[in-house]
């Protein structure tokens, strides 16, 4: 069973995860190294991303998500 924060996490990664695809998909200017490794690799099986690689591209989406003006929250809240 996971603890309070684990889920506070969750959702919180959840929020970022959804909106990093909105950003992605309806803004062309945005995530461009990301944009640009995908269409250079669109043809290949993915990989996991080698450790700094992946660290590069988690900073130009921290780098998005701190710059948007809005967060969405998609969450099915009941």
Same mark, same amino acid.
Not at 22 to 38: A, K, S
Not at 53 to 72: G, P, R, S, W
């Given at each position: 069973?996971?603890?309070? %924060?684990?889920?506070?996490?969750?959702?919180?990664?959840?929020?970022?995860?959804?909106?990093?695809?909105?950003?992605?998909?309806? %803004?062309?200017?945005?995530?461009?190294?990301?944009?640009?490794?995908?269409?250079? %690799?669109?043809? !290949?099986?993915?990989? %996991?991303?080698?450790?700094?690689?992946?660290?590069?591209? !988690?900073?130009?989406?921290?780098?998005?998500?701190?710059?948007?003006?809005?967060?969405?929250?998609?969450?099915?809240?009941?």
């Amino acid at each position: 069973m996971k603890c309070y %924060h684990e889920k506070i996490i969750d959702e919180i990664l959840e929020i970022l995860k959804n909106n990093l695809i909105l950003i992605y998909n309806f %803004h062309d200017h945005t995530l461009p190294n990301i944009r640009e490794y995908c269409l250079d %690799h669109v043809h !290949t099986r993915y990989k %996991h991303l080698d450790y700094g690689t992946l660290i590069y591209f !988690t900073e130009e989406a921290l780098t998005e998500l701190i710059n948007t003006d809005y967060l969405y929250d998609f969450r099915d809240i009941e």
